[in-house]
């Protein structure tokens, strides 16, 4: 593959069929034991220091992110990944945009610990309940006649007879907190009990409109005795509030949102989920289980815990639905909140590992289709001259292939950015066509520099040394047709 008649013609080899190149060296004997290796071990990553204690997978993630010469910088390393990606992070002070790039690799927060499986999983929830709150109202709609039939089971049963009776149900209290449009209080359905026994516990209101909806509750089902007479009232009230549900819900996304992801910091156990109507209520309706905001919250606990025979599903869809929620929230069978992987993407680190050991391995014959590739992978990042001029690498091609000598590499740094964006327009880095010629542009000087094997064209061209009168679209032509 590598060694061919030229730099440019052993970059074509392989680009042409990059994938099959990659597929290739994942499957070699020596990298695919150490894809194991890391696939096995990285989720057992949790903390800066287990990452370190384990050499195997911190050399696998140092070089996932092409900074292998720099593997024996524990002290360096410790810093840039302890610091993270912001701005008072250690790798922000860096020039070289590969710290920021390892950096990003692993989340690390608090004392270099990762964060809990359900706070890296939060954006994503709250991007899918937001893409599908608009059928929200719908979904409350389908249910409205069921919800109704549970109240009127649980009112006109045996042993319902009091006020009491209505505190001391589940299934009666929630339907009623929620017909008064109270239902954000079931995530504080204690204090609400006690309040109505009159023990004088404190709720945490939402607003004052909120307040006075309780109030009115109160007043109206706060009977010391005698039968509950009020089901066709909060029967009526339940109907009106399950027709503007969808509004409501759209008109408040932003806000039940914030208060989701702020929620999440809080959420160290099952019960602290079920307890918390602004995290709880946003994650069921985000994977459409609407209808288990007001289901038994220990069949509920019991499910994501493990069991979730503890739920009646009514459809595979539902099943799928559930388990989808339950992999978001991630607790273990004793309720409590299962820890992230200090590596953010193990698959993403792999996929780095293979892309650079193959670099890497076809560097050692042809340092310049090294560079090229990774250019290629990298262009992509360039936002500013800056950020050519802080990586050698990309420093490197971009002097070759504009004839840009070595040696302003130790001039001024603002007048090496202005040199580099006289010859091109950082707006191509985005496009790979432009990216590619570029590339091919590096190859092709870098083979008249270096005398390439194929340079008998050079011989048209004053015997072979007129190499400042070469043409760069002539030779582009002439290797294309080659190639």
Same mark, same amino acid.
């Given at each position: ?26 499957? +070699? @004997? ?17 903390s ?22 720099l593997?024996?910088?524990?002290a ?56 599908g ?5 719908? *979904? ?46 079931? !995530? ?13 516990? #404190? ?18 089902? !706060? ?27 759209? +008109? ?22 079920? /307890? ?23 069949a509920?606990?019991?499910?994501? /815990?493990?069991?979730? *025979? ?15 929620? #339950? ?6 069978? #004793?309720?409590?909140?299962?820890m ?18 193959l ?20 262009? !992509? ?21 504009? !004839? ?16 580099i ?24 000087m ?8 194929n340079? @008998? ?16 679209d ?10």
């Amino acid at each position: 593959m590598v060694g061919l008649q030229s730099s440019y013609l052993n970059y074509q080899v392989v680009v042409r069929d990059l994938d099959k190149a990659l597929s290739r060296k994942a499957a +070699e @004997p020596v990298v695919a034991r150490e894809i194991a290796r890391f696939t096995e071990g990285a989720s057992g990553i949790q903390s800066v220091n287990d990452l370190f204690d384990d050499i195997g997978i911190y050399n696998f993630a140092v070089r996932a992110y092409g900074m292998e010469e720099l593997v024996g910088s524990y002290a360096l390393l410790r810093k840039v990944i302890s610091g993270g990606t912001g701005e008072g992070g250690y790798a922000a002070r860096l020039s070289d945009g590969r710290y920021l790039d390892l950096a990003s690799a692993f989340l690390v927060v608090g004392e270099g610990v990762a964060p809990s499986a359900l706070y890296v999983s939060g954006d994503g929830v709250a991007q899918r309940y937001r893409d599908g709150i608009k059928g929200a109202g719908d *979904r409350a709609l389908a249910r409205l006649d069921e919800d109704i039939a549970a109240y009127e089971q649980a009112v006109n049963g045996s042993g319902f007879y009091s006020f009491s009776d209505l505190v001391a149900n589940d299934t009666a209290l929630i339907f009623s907190l929620k017909a008064y449009g109270l239902e954000r209080l079931v !995530g504080q359905i204690d204090e609400v009990r006690e309040t109505l026994k009159g023990a004088g516990a #404190k709720i945490d209101f939402q607003d004052a409109t909120e307040s006075w909806n309780f109030d009115q509750f109160r007043l109206k089902f !706060g009977v010391s005795g005698g039968k509950v007479n009020y089901q066709d009232t909060v029967i009526a009230k339940y109907r009106e509030a399950a027709y503007s549900v969808g509004t409501q819900l759209t +008109e408040s996304v932003d806000e039940h949102v914030s208060d989701f992801l702020t929620g999440l910091s809080g959420i160290a156990t099952v019960d602290d989920l079920l /307890k918390n109507w602004e995290v709880l209520s946003v994650g069921l309706r985000a994977y459409d289980l609407d209808r288990f905001i007001l289901s038994d919250k220990d069949a509920l606990a019991a499910a994501l /815990k493990g069991d979730t *025979r503890a739920i009646d599903f009514r459809s595979d869809e539902e099943r799928e639905n559930f388990l989808a929620f #339950k992999s978001a929230f991630a607790f273990d069978a #004793k309720g409590n909140t299962v820890m992230a992987s200090l590596v953010r993407d193990i698959d993403e680190a792999v996929k780095g590992y293979v892309r650079h050991t193959l670099e890497i391995d076809l560097g050692k014959e042809d340092t310049n289709v090294r560079l090229a590739l990774n250019f290629q992978r990298r262009a !992509g990042e360039i936002t500013s001259a800056y950020d050519i001029l802080a990586d050698e690498g990309l420093a490197t091609v971009v002097r070759t292939a504009f !004839g840009i000598p070595s040696e302003t590499a130790t001039a001024d740094i603002d007048a090496q950015a202005r040199m580099i964006l006289s010859r091109i327009n950082i707006e191509d880095f985005q496009d790979p066509e432009k990216v590619e010629k570029l590339i091919a542009r590096f190859l092709l000087m870098a083979d008249v520099e270096e005398g390439a094997a194929n340079a @008998p064209i050079l011989t048209l061209f004053n015997g072979g040394t007129g190499l400042a009168d070469l043409s760069y679209d002539l030779l582009y032509a002439y290797h294309s047709g080659k190639s």
